[in-house]
Each structure stands twice: as structure tokens, then as C-alpha cells.
């Protein structure tokens, strides 16, 4: 089991930037792929981001395409999600999320993913 932290939310305005990261601990980081979720009000969990392994892949929701980066340090156990021109529905809980050990390749669904985070709000405002 690997346990999960995200930071770096916050309230924001619309077209303003974030950074998230998500630090993780307990097992081997480096042999799973690692992904993003959000969660909006009265929403299901969705999909947002995932990164290979090793970085070489990354997979990103159609509605963030172009907006969000996401990254990993696999000599800092860090994941991180950079947020670019941040929209009002992009609004919700972000969720850190990490694959069971040897499953190396992205998946964009939450059953796919092993260990999550307790999650961080980001508000945009308009």
C-alpha cells in the first residue's frame, strides 16, 4: 500500500493557474503509473490525468487537453498536476491516485487504480 498527499489547492480566478502535487510513501512508487481525479458537487468521480511509470506516457481527459500537465519525480515520489487557464467547472476535489505495483501504464479508470489520496479542493471562481 502506498499512501498518498496531495497539496497545492486553493480558491483562484477564472484563467488563473495551479499546481498541484501529491507526495507518495510506503511502497515502490516508481513501477506504478499514477493518475488524477476530481470530483465536482453532485458529480461523479472523473478522470483527469495519468502518467506512465517512467513519464514516457501521459493521458489526458478531452476537457482538460491543452490546460493541464502532468508530471512525476520518481527520485522525489512526487506526482504533480499544473493547471493553466483554470475554468469555473473545473471546480472539485482533486484526488491523487496510484496503480498497484507493476501496472506501469496509464488508465483512466478509478477502478484501475489501487491506493488514493485524501483529496484537495480547487475553486475557480468567475
Known amino acids: 500500500q502506498v499512501q498518498l498527499a496531495e497539496s497545492g489547492g486553493g480558491l483562484v480566478q477564472a484563467g488563473a493557474s495551479l499546481r498541484l502535487s501529491c507526495a507518495a510513501s510506503g511502497r515502490t512508487f516508481s513501477r506504478s503509473a499514477m493518475g488524477w481525479f476530481r470530483q465536482a458537487p453532485g458529480k461523479e468521480r472523473e478522470f483527469v490525468a495519468a502518467i506512465s511509470w517512467n513519464g514516457g506516457s501521459t493521458n489526458l481527459a478531452d476537457s482538460v487537453q491543452g490546460r493541464f500537465t502532468i508530471t512525476r519525480d520518481n527520485t522525489k515520489n512526487t506526482v504533480a498536476l499544473q493547471m493553466n487557464v483554470l475554468k469555473p467547472e473545473d471546480t472539485a476535489i482533486y484526488y491523487c491516485?496510484?496503480?498497484?505495483?507493476?501496472?506501469?501504464?496509464?488508465?483512466?479508470?478509478?477502478?484501475?487504480?489501487?491506493?488514493w489520496g485524501q483529496g484537495t479542493q480547487v475553486t475557480v471562481s468567475s
Open positions: 491516485a496510484a496503480r498497484a505495483v507493476g501496472n506501469m501504464m496509464t488508465s483512466s479508470r478509478s477502478s484501475g487504480y489501487a491506493d
